[in-house]
């Protein structure tokens, strides 16, 4: 069964069209060519419609589409569209393909990692102009930044321009940017299109590099990173009040990316994660947050919560005991063991 499968993705993955037909009509067994293709995937979780879209095969990508009704809006194990991964290999074909088909062209992973920022990060710019031509959010947020962020922090410039012309938002020029991050190629292709910052004394390729990195110019950018800091914790605190866990990942997201070392932002993203019912980044927080406050009993609480959500019932155990040898007369804590143990004994 496995070898038939893994012929049947091959298939697939190599474009050849005709084989795949015959494969999926043996393996069918009755229950129609779409169920079968759907329950079709690899280890990872990546189906039949994905790696036609990542390999830019037309013929197999219409064919599951047009006459097998597959929804192109499917996503794998991760969380990524065909469309996404088709953006992520670059392959303008299926891209083009899926945008004609009507494609969610915003669809992103539980992360908030979209096509834009798929295509900002590898600096696909014919990509990129093609998805901010259909009016979409330049400056959407994701766990690890805006599109902008990203391209950014990976010196890709001319992604960084066609971001700006679309009104990205961001706190220095592309020329800081590229000079904070250490790229003086960059640097020198960006100094002559480039105002005049009327702050920088010398106004020159080295003295734009000196400059940002003076200790004056760092302190300033801690401050700023101060008030960013602060203000995605209330933004995080506003959303989750209003139920709006993924935004309330977001700023929490940010916040971490400001300052990684505070286990509250942790916890309290592992929690917006728990609120989804994804186990897996709410206890890779919690972890996270017990490392850096091992004498917090809540740390131990989101473990718990997590191992939960993952039918790890034995671990949920254990982690809410912990929290119980910091607090014992925590009532959460107590309640919180005594409903793991009952969905452990509900398995046996």
């Not at 329950?39 to 197999?60: E, P, Q």
């Not at 102009?129 to 902008?148: A, C, D, K």
């Not at 990173?225 to 940010?254: N, P, T, V, W």
Request: with cysteine; aromatic share 8%.
């Amino acid at each position: 069964m496995r070898s038939r499968r893994q012929a049947i993705l091959s298939a697939a993955s190599s474009g050849e069209l005709d084989r795949l037909k015959k494969l999926l009509a043996k393996y069918d067994g009755g229950r129609g060519l779409a169920n079968t293709v759907r329950n079709i995937k690899d280890d990872n979780g990546v189906g039949i419609i994905h790696f036609a879209a990542i390999k830019g095969h037309l013929n197999v990508l219409k064919y599951l589409i047009e006459e097998l009704g597959l929804d192109f809006n499917m996503k794998d194990e991760k969380g990524k569209s065909p469309f996404l991964h088709a953006t992520t290999s670059g392959n303008l074909n299926t891209f083009e393909c899926l945008l004609e088909k009507g494609v969610d062209p915003e669809s992103s992973t539980s992360r908030g990692y979209s096509p834009l920022h798929c295509a900002a990060e590898k600096g696909y710019t014919e990509i990129l102009t093609r998805l901010l031509s259909r009016g979409i959010n330049v400056n959407g947020s994701s766990e690890i930044g805006t599109p902008l962020d990203l391209a950014a922090n990976l010196g890709q410039f001319e992604a960084m321009r066609i971001l700006l012309d679309h009104n990205a938002n961001y706190g220095f020029t592309p020329l800081e940017i590229t000079a904070i991050n250490g790229y003086r190629d960059g640097v020198e292709i960006l100094f002559p299109v480039t105002s005049r910052i009327t702050e920088y004394a010398d106004w020159s390729v080295g003295g734009v590099i000196r400059h940002v990195h003076s200790d004056q110019a760092k302190e300033q950018r801690k401050l700023k990173a101060k008030e960013r800091f602060h203000e995605a914790k209330l933004c995080g605190a506003d959303a989750f009040k209003k139920q709006d866990y993924f935004q309330a990942m977001i700023c929490y997201s940010q916040a971490n990316e400001i300052g990684p070392h505070d286990a509250t932002v942790l916890s309290n993203r592992s929690m917006c994660w728990a609120r989804m019912k994804d186990g897996k980044p709410a206890l890779d927080d919690a972890i996270a947050c017990i490392s850096l406050r091992p004498d917090w009993p809540k740390g131990y609480y989101r473990a718990g919560v997590a191992y939960n959500l993952l039918k790890r019932y034995s671990d949920a155990q254990k982690a809410f005991l912990e929290g119980l040898k910091l607090s014992p007369n925590c009532q959460e804590l107590k309640d919180a063991l005594r409903e793991a143990v009952q969905a452990q004994l509900k398995t046996l």
